[in-house]
């Protein structure tokens, strides 16, 4: 009877991982990288490609065609409420980019109404590009210099990283970012280590939107479901292994 039973449950117990597995969802395999568009419009924006099963962004290729649309880029596919993303990425030194969620179209950008995890040269962007007088508008003591709210894996101008081990590639090298967004909470990590979490819609995360860069964007984190993407910020970019699946 016993070894009756437990044939009955080895299948099961495999099947069950076999589904886990599914769940997980390629964004830029043949099934679904033909879904990527930019924001507000019906294809790519010059100078993003998809090709070798990575999406980068050349610059110099962006100058050569004209182009009516956003030129951050949205995974148009399907929207997600509560998910798990995990997204390999790489930037130039002095690069700049960010991963969106819940983004809803209809508005500039992406960057005023969507949460941002930033990916950041945090080494050289400071010293490429003068931040005197963005930073200045917003109090800070050392204008100057890239601020904690704008590094890597932060939760862009609202919750900055926890954690005393970050591990960030240099530029040129990948690195592998993941947001958790559950129904009580949000996570970033970076290279396997959780930078910071928090529960957003929250009165702490309320205090935060109404104080600090978000105070005019009335609309900022409104939406509670929508696209993911990448913003364009001016520098090259690459991105692999685009996964995700909701939770």
């Not at 508005?107 to 950041?120: A, F, N, R, V, W």
Request: proline share 5%.
């Amino acid at each position: 009877m016993k070894q009756f039973l437990l044939f009955l449950i080895i299948p099961l117990f495999l099947a069950s991982c076999s589904e886990s597995e599914e769940e997980w969802v390629d964004l830029l395999d043949e099934e679904h990288a033909q879904n990527w568009r930019g924001y507000n419009a019906e294809s790519l924006p010059p100078g993003w490609t998809i090709e070798d099963d990575m999406l980068y962004f050349d610059t110099e290729m962006e100058l050569e065609q004209d182009y009516e649309g956003g030129s951050d880029v949205i995974y148009g596919g399907k929207e997600y409420e509560h998910f798990e993303l995990s997204v390999e990425w790489k930037i130039p030194e002095g690069g700049n980019s960010g991963i969106f969620y819940h983004i809803q179209e209809g508005h500039k950008s992406p960057s005023g109404t969507s949460p941002e995890y930033q990916l950041i040269d945090d080494e050289n962007y400071a010293d490429i590009h003068d931040l005197t007088s963005y930073n200045s508008q917003f109090g800070a003591e050392h204008p100057e210099l890239l601020q904690d709210w704008q590094m890597t894996g932060a939760d862009y101008a609202m919750h900055t990283v926890e954690a005393d081990n970050k591990v960030l590639h240099p530029t040129g090298e990948w690195n592998t970012s993941k947001i958790v967004v559950a129904p009580d909470r949000t996570e970033h990590w970076l290279n396997g280590v959780k930078l910071l979490s928090f529960v957003p819609w929250s009165d702490d995360w309320e205090k935060r939107k109404n104080s600090g860069k978000w105070d005019k964007y009335p609309d900022y984190g409104s939406f509670k479901t929508g696209y993911i993407g990448f913003q364009d910020h001016g520098s090259s970019l690459w991105f692999k292994n685009i996964k995700i699946r909701p939770l």
